[in-house]
């Protein structure tokens, strides 16, 4: 699988939301160095701040698992989810 085309995918999820500016790719993806126990690492850039749903609504768009879900500290929101099926718009 093609994990840098999957996140342009995921990416595009977050910025059908109004709230969100821009979602910004990191990690090994971003830098084409992923091997098969690779993560996806998206920093969503928020206009206004979100509420859980809103951090939800995407995760639930691509039947993720939430594994962490955190409130707002140190300036930013995070969440760890998995995907166990392929995204509805594949």
């Known amino acids: 699988m093609n994990l840098k ?5 995921i990416a595009n999820v977050y910025l ?3 709230k969100v ?3 910004l790719l990191g990690g090994s ?7 098969d126990y690779a993560d996806i690492e998206l920093f969503i850039l928020w206009r206004e701040n979100p509420t859980d749903e809103d951090r939800k609504a995407a995760i639930h768009y691509v ?3 939430i594994i962490d879900f955190y409130l707002y500290e140190d ?3 995070s969440e760890t989810y998995i ?7 594949s």
């Open 5 to 9: 085309e999957l996140a342009i995918d």
């Open 16 to 18: 059908q939301h109004s």
């Open 21 to 23: 500016e821009a979602v």
């Open 29 to 35: 993806v971003s830098r084409n160095w992923y091997d």
């Open 63 to 65: 039947n993720g698992d």
């Open 75 to 77: 300036e930013e929101w």
């Open 83 to 89: 995907m166990n099926e392929k995204l509805a718009t």
